[in-house]
Every structure is written in structure tokens, then in C-alpha cells.
């Protein structure tokens, strides 16, 4: 009888709760054991090869055990928003995690970076300038990695696309920023997944900015939204400054549907990044997602005895 040779090992940094995360899982739990850090425990990693250990990031001083047996790391682990205080150390432990990654000679690591944003940010965000920290510790390091920068993704739960559907559906009418000529290539959390498995055999040392099969022009794919819930677009339009107000006062209400930062990278025409080639079978587009998550917000509303 022959042994069954051991399932290659990943290091999970962020764990498998997050939007990426919950795709990954998805993806590796098969033929892959995973050690998943993060610092809540979550149901979808409740799975024979997964071995869950709660810990912020931030405060790991010593990665050397976490690290044992593991061929590749993957970080997914990052905040939405936050001040300098709140980037900053995380940043640090993701540092602490590529050098001893570096010294343990770890195979491959892949890190979930962000696509190029407009310079003003790029030059203030602490969101960015500590990601860019990171991703410049891991380009001069000695290790095998690839930095992987999608653009917007969507799944179920997202916090993009989704949450667009879901007040389109209880609102009929959705804000316009700006003229929505700009434009976005929506990437499927499951389709990164598959990247992250086939940049995780590969040996290249590279960053690469990836979009979904089409890009769209912005008020095409919102127009195609209202179609998705059967209904005629109708937008309150804002000028781009004042979206930006718009998405500031929301913040200053304490909400998270949307952040300033993103308004602004949205206007500036940076997010319709080309596909990521070679896959089979080939990228998920995003209106089947949209016309499934419309499905399922109309039964619910009829079961409410409500109509959207
Ligand atoms: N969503 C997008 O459209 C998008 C687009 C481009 C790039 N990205 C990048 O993709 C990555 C994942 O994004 P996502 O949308 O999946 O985010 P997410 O849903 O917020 O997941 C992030 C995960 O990080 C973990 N985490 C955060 N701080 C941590 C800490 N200090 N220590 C340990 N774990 C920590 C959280 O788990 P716990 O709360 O359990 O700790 C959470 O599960 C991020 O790097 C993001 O910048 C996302």
C-alpha cells in the first residue's frame, strides 16, 4: 500500500471569514491543509485540514511556529479604513512575518495588495502607504512571492456590488458620481482564489494588477443593476467634488457604506484593470452574479409580502 503523500501546507494570514478569505477556503480546503490566523473564529472553518489560531496580527512577536511545515503564505489580512495607529502595526507584524518567512526559506508567498491609486492618496492614506510598505518589504526581500493587486471584487456578502444591489432595491434610485464614464473590471472572490492557487505553484517573482472578464463603463454596469431587479435606472446625480463630500459626511455619521478614498479612486479611472489570462474554465462575469443576487433579494422580499 503506498502512503498518501502529505497535503502541502498554507498559511492563512487573515484567515478564512473575510470576503477573500471565505474563497480561499473554498478553494485550498480540498487538497490542502491550512493554518488560518486571525482573530475570530469562524463557522466556515469548522473543516477536517483546517487548523484555526485566533491572534491579531499585530501582536505576534514570533512567527517561527506558526510557520512550521508551511509552504506558502498568504496574506488577505488588511483593513477597510483607519487612521496611522490602526495600519501601522499590522504592518509591522506582516514585516516581522516576510523576515522570518525570509529566514525559514518558506517556497512562496502571495500577498493581496491593491491597484495604483491617485497619487494624492497614494501619498496621505495610511490604508495605502502602509500596504505599499508591506508590499516593498516583500519585493526586497529574498523570498519567492507574488504581490497580487485586483481590483473591486464581488461575492456573496460583498460590500461593493452587493450592497449597490441592495439599495438599488430599496431605494429605485441609486447616487451618480460624477459623469460614470470611468470604468471597473469586478473580479470574482472565487476567481482570485484560483489565481492565488496557480500563482502559489508558480516561481515568478512578480505583482500583477487583475480585473474580471469585462470592462465595464461605470453607468453601464449600474444601469444593468436596475435591469438585474427589473427596473428603469434612476440616479441622483452629484458632481465628483460633491460625491466626495457626499461619501465624507456619510463617514462622519459613523457609516461604512462607503469611504471618501473610494469615491476618489472611483472617479479616477483607475480600476478597470485587464482580466488575469489563463484560467479554465475562464473568469466569472459579473452579471450572472448580479441577475442570482437580484433572485434572491425579490423571493425575499415577496416572502416579506413585499415587492422591489
Ligand atoms: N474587497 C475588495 O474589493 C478588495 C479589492 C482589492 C483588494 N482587496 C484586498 O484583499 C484583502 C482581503 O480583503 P477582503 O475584502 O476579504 O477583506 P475582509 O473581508 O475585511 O477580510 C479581511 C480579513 O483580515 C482579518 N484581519 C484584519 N485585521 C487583522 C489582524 N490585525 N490580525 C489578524 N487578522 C486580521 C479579518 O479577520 P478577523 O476580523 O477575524 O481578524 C478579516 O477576515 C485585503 O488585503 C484587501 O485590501 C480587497
Redesign the pocket.
Known amino acids: 500500500m503506498t502512503t498518501p503523500s502529505p497535503r502541502p501546507r498554507l498559511l492563512l494570514v487573515?484567515?478564512g471569514?473575510?470576503?477573500?478569505?471565505r474563497s480561499i477556503v473554498e478553494e485550498f480546503a480540498p487538497d490542502w491543509a491550512i493554518r488560518s490566523?486571525?482573530?475570530?473564529t469562524t463557522p466556515n472553518e469548522a473543516l477536517p485540514g483546517i487548523e484555526t489560531v485566533r491572534?491579531?496580527?499585530?501582536t505576534v512577536r514570533d512567527w517561527a511556529p506558526l510557520l512550521e511545515g508551511v509552504d506558502v503564505v498568504l496574506n488577505?489580512?488588511?483593513?477597510?479604513t483607519g487612521p496611522e495607529r490602526v495600519f501601522r502595526p499590522?504592518a509591522d507584524g506582516l514585516g516581522r512575518l516576510i523576515r522570518s518567512s525570509e529566514a525559514r526559506g518558506i517556497r512562496r508567498w502571495i500577498q493581496?495588495s491593491?491597484p495604483d491609486a491617485p497619487a494624492s492618496l497614494e501619498a496621505r492614506l495610511p490604508y495605502l502607504l502602509e500596504k505599499r510598505r508591506i508590499d516593498r518589504t516583500l519585493t526586497d526581500s529574498a523570498l519567492s512571492y507574488a504581490i497580487v493587486r485586483?481590483?473591486?471584487?464581488f461575492g456573496p456578502n460583498?460590500?461593493?456590488l452587493t450592497v449597490m444591489l441592495r439599495t438599488i432595491a430599496r431605494y429605485h434610485r441609486f447616487p451618480m458620481f460624477g459623469n460614470g464614464e470611468y470604468h471597473v473590471s469586478p473580479l470574482a472572490a472565487r476567481d482570485l482564489a484560483r489565481v492565488v492557487r496557480r500563482e502559489a505553484a508558480g516561481d515568478a517573482r512578480h505583482t500583477i494588477s487583475i480585473g474580471g472578464p469585462r470592462r465595464w463603463r461605470y453607468r453601464d454596469l449600474t444601469d444593468r443593476m436596475f435591469a438585474a431587479l427589473g427596473r428603469r435606472p434612476r440616479y441622483v446625480r452629484f458632481s465628483p467634488r460633491g460625491s466626495v463630500r457626499l461619501a465624507r459626511l456619510l463617514e462622519s455619521l459613523g457609516s461604512s457604506l462607503l469611504y471618501a478614498y473610494e469615491v476618489e479612486w472611483l472617479l479616477s479611472d483607475r480600476l478597470g484593470l485587464p482580466p488575469y489570462e489563463g484560467l479554465d474554465p475562464p473568469l466569472a462575469p459579473a452579471e450572472a452574479f448580479l441577475d442570482r443576487e437580484a433572485a434572491r433579494l425579490s423571493s425575499r422580499a415577496r416572502a416579506r409580502g413585499q415587492h422591489i
Request: no cysteine; hydrophobic share 50%.
Open positions: 487573515g484567515g471569514g473575510g470576503l477573500v478569505g490566523v486571525h482573530r475570530h491572534a491579531d496580527v499585530a488577505v489580512a488588511w483593513y477597510r499590522l493581496i491593491v485586483p481590483t473591486m471584487l460583498d460590500k461593493l
